[in-house]
Each structure stands twice: as structure tokens, then as C-alpha cells.
């Protein structure tokens, strides 16, 4: 008879029990429902083993989405791979200032600067079917994974089009499409963690591309090329939304006003962090 039963090995796990629910769920292939209405199925040892393995490479501080291949933003299933950043909760304020920056305008055009999993953009996308959505990254394994998540997650058919993702460092990117394109709103989540800071040392964020989290420099250097280049890529009083750490809103709000934006805030998330800065052009 096997040793154990789903609750047996979820109460056993030196895991955060969530964490022990999702990979307990990934290794039998189940929902999540199933771990209450099988709990008490004696599994195979071939079962047992394929948790452990998940479990000892969540111990030894593998993210979780990187483990399971997926990561859940905006109420979508989000493929994750090692050359993306993680999509995180606090980033879903972006998708939500946006969208709503953009009620009553019809067909918009969005443009999504370091897109990485496709995350900001294809949530957008998935809200707004006539939105026209370009995208951008310097990572062509990133853009990748963002092209397979648009094809798996957005109708074939929706009103707006496929979004269009295309090779490049910011702005830089646009440089080939032709014609020239003006967007009615602009959304960013750049690297913004300082070079040297000890979180990129800890936790999850050892194993996510350092040129998503960094820019190497002071933190602001690529917020600042984004705010820099932002109006000439506006249309007149449209918005630029930026994520940002948790201590630079005031910065951030200084770089907005610096390049000639008005109407320049900031937005707090769940936690109460201001997490977000935007003006208009």
C-alpha cells in the first residue's frame, strides 16, 4: 500500500502550505479542488516522488512559477519562463489605470514597453477587444513566450487584431514600423532595482533575468529614456504609466515633470505602496 495521501504529504511539507497546494496539484496534474475531493487516495510512489523532486527545488528557492511553467495575472494563466519576469499582483494597478484612462475612446492604441511575458499587454488586450496593442522587447526568448501567451489567451478574431511584438529597446524598437504610430496611452514595468541592491540576491528574484529587475545603474536610468522619449510616441494629453519601487514615486513624479508632462500622480497599490506614476503629454 502506498505511504501517503494528498493531505498526508501536504501536512507533512516543510512548504508554505499554498506553495506545497499548487505543486502537489502540478505533480498529479489535478485541480485544486481535487486535493479536497481525492484527499484521502493513497498515490503511487511514482506520484510521492515526482512531489518531492518539486518540492526540494522549491527549497531551494526556485520560484514557483518557474517551476510549474505558469503564473496566474488579471484573472489569465500566464506562461512563465526563466527569460521573463515573473508577473506579480501589484503590477495588475497598471492594467487597471490604463484601462480605465482609455473608457469612452474607441479602438485605441497601446503600446507596452518591456513586455516580457506579455503580461500588461495581453490583460489589456483581453479587456479590450478593439484595442491595437504593439508591444516590445529587448529579449527575443521573452518576446517568445509573450507571442505563445497572446496565440493561447486572446480570440483569434477579436476586433483590435493580434497585438504586435516587436524586437528592441524601447523606443528604439519603433524605429522600423512604418508607417510611424501614435499611441493613446503608453505602460511600462521597466527594471527599476538598483545595481547592488541586496534583494537581487534573495528569494525569487535570483532566478529572474537580472535585465528585467535592474538597469545596472541608479534605478531610474530606464525610467528615465521611457519618460524621456515618451511625448513624441503620444498623442496630445495621453498617458504614460510606469511601475516603480516602493521609495521612488517622488523621483519618478520629478523625472514626469522634468520632460514636460502634466497632470502627473501617483497611485497606490493593495499594500498602500505608491507602486505607479502617470501624466499626460
Same mark, same amino acid.
Given at each position: 500500500?502506498?505511504?501517503?495521501?494528498?493531505?498526508?504529504?501536504?501536512?507533512?511539507?516543510?512548504?508554505?502550505?499554498?506553495?506545497?497546494?499548487?505543486?502537489?496539484?502540478?505533480?498529479?496534474?489535478?485541480?485544486?479542488?481535487?486535493?479536497?475531493?481525492? /484527499?484521502?487516495?493513497?498515490?503511487?510512489?511514482?506520484?510521492?516522488?515526482?512531489?518531492?523532486?518539486?518540492?526540494?527545488?522549491?527549497?531551494? /528557492?526556485?520560484?514557483?512559477?518557474?517551476?510549474?511553467?505558469?503564473?496566474?495575472?488579471?484573472?489569465?494563466?500566464?506562461?512563465?519562463?526563466?527569460?521573463?519576469?515573473?508577473?506579480?499582483?501589484?503590477?495588475?494597478?497598471?492594467?487597471?489605470?490604463?484601462?480605465?484612462?482609455?473608457?469612452?475612446?474607441?479602438?485605441?492604441?497601446?503600446?507596452?514597453?518591456?513586455? /516580457?511575458?506579455?503580461?500588461?499587454?495581453?490583460?489589456?488586450?483581453?479587456?479590450?477587444?478593439?484595442?491595437?496593442?504593439?508591444?516590445?522587447?529587448?529579449?527575443?526568448?521573452?518576446?517568445?513566450?509573450?507571442?505563445?501567451?497572446?496565440?493561447?489567451?486572446?480570440?483569434?478574431?477579436?476586433? /483590435?487584431?493580434?497585438?504586435?511584438?516587436?524586437?528592441?529597446?524601447?523606443?528604439?524598437?519603433?524605429?522600423?514600423?512604418?508607417?510611424?504610430?501614435?499611441?493613446?496611452?503608453?505602460?511600462?514595468?521597466?527594471?527599476?532595482?538598483?545595481?547592488?541592491?541586496?534583494?537581487?540576491?534573495?528569494?525569487?528574484?535570483?532566478?529572474?533575468?537580472?535585465?528585467?529587475?535592474?538597469?545596472?545603474?541608479?534605478?531610474?536610468?530606464?525610467?528615465?529614456?521611457?519618460?524621456?522619449?515618451?511625448?513624441?510616441?503620444?498623442?496630445?494629453?495621453?498617458?504614460?504609466?510606469?511601475?516603480?519601487?516602493?521609495?521612488?514615486?517622488?523621483?519618478?513624479?520629478?523625472?514626469?515633470?522634468?520632460?514636460?508632462?502634466?497632470?502627473?500622480?501617483?497611485?497606490?497599490?493593495?499594500?498602500?505602496?505608491?507602486?505607479?506614476?502617470?501624466?499626460?503629454?
Amino acid at each position: 500500500m502506498s505511504p501517503a495521501t494528498p493531505t498526508e504529504l501536504l501536512r507533512a511539507s516543510p512548504l508554505d502550505a499554498l506553495d506545497a497546494r499548487v505543486l502537489l496539484t502540478h505533480a498529479l496534474g489535478w485541480r485544486r479542488t481535487d486535493l479536497i475531493t481525492r /484527499g484521502d487516495l493513497r498515490l503511487s510512489e511514482a506520484q510521492i516522488a515526482g512531489f518531492a523532486a518539486l518540492e526540494q527545488r522549491r527549497l531551494a /528557492g526556485e520560484p514557483v512559477a518557474q517551476i510549474t511553467g505558469w503564473r496566474e495575472f488579471y484573472g489569465l494563466d500566464f506562461e512563465v519562463t526563466p527569460a521573463v519576469l515573473i508577473p506579480r499582483p501589484e503590477t495588475e494597478l497598471l492594467v487597471e489605470t490604463v484601462l480605465d484612462s482609455l473608457a469612452g475612446l474607441a479602438s485605441p492604441a497601446i503600446l507596452d514597453l518591456g513586455t /516580457g511575458s506579455g503580461a500588461i499587454a495581453i490583460a489589456i488586450a483581453a479587456q479590450r477587444h478593439d484595442a491595437r496593442i504593439v508591444a516590445t522587447d529587448r529579449c527575443a526568448d521573452a518576446l517568445a513566450v509573450a507571442q505563445r501567451n497572446a496565440r493561447r489567451l486572446l480570440d483569434a478574431d477579436r476586433a /483590435g487584431g493580434s497585438p504586435e511584438f516587436v524586437e528592441g529597446s524601447w523606443f528604439e524598437a519603433l524605429a522600423r514600423m512604418t508607417p510611424r504610430q501614435s499611441f493613446d496611452a503608453i505602460v511600462s514595468n521597466p527594471p527599476y532595482i538598483a545595481a547592488g541592491d541586496p534583494h537581487l540576491s534573495e528569494g525569487d528574484l535570483r532566478f529572474e533575468p537580472p535585465g528585467a529587475l535592474t538597469d545596472h545603474a541608479d534605478g531610474l536610468s530606464a525610467l528615465r529614456e521611457i519618460v524621456a522619449g515618451a511625448r513624441a510616441w503620444l498623442r496630445p494629453g495621453a498617458p504614460l504609466w510606469v511601475e516603480h519601487g516602493y521609495d521612488q514615486a517622488a523621483r519618478v513624479q520629478a523625472i514626469f515633470t522634468q520632460y514636460g508632462f502634466s497632470a502627473v500622480e501617483s497611485r497606490r497599490d493593495l499594500a498602500g505602496i505608491e507602486r505607479i506614476t502617470g501624466a499626460r503629454s
